[in-house]
């Protein structure tokens, strides 16, 4: 089995978007994952996020991958816009996942 993930976009949560967030900024990069079966001839897509918040002194980095979410790349570039569209981060994929992936 194969295993690729490309860069698929990013974008910034900032004071615009949450009143959590006190200074700064942070930031999400969102990424398409494929994985080939050799054996069975099969292409199937996940999703993959990291979170980045930068403070004075540290970086924190967090991430999420899900695998094996879709065997057709158009369903997961739809996904991957409404991700980046409402700015789901690492914490909230799962839930926002199911709930896209069950529609």
Known sequence: MNNLKTFYGSTVIDNNDSEEINAGEIELEYYKTKSNIEKRNLELYGIG??????????????????????????????????LMAYKVTPTGLDDVLEDLVNY
Request: no cysteine.
């Open 49 to 82: 996020i990291i979170k980045k918040r930068k403070s004075e002194k540290t970086l924190e980095i967090e991430e999420k991958e899900v695998t094996n979410i879709k065997l057709k790349e158009k369903d997961v570039d739809n996904i991957l816009n409404l």
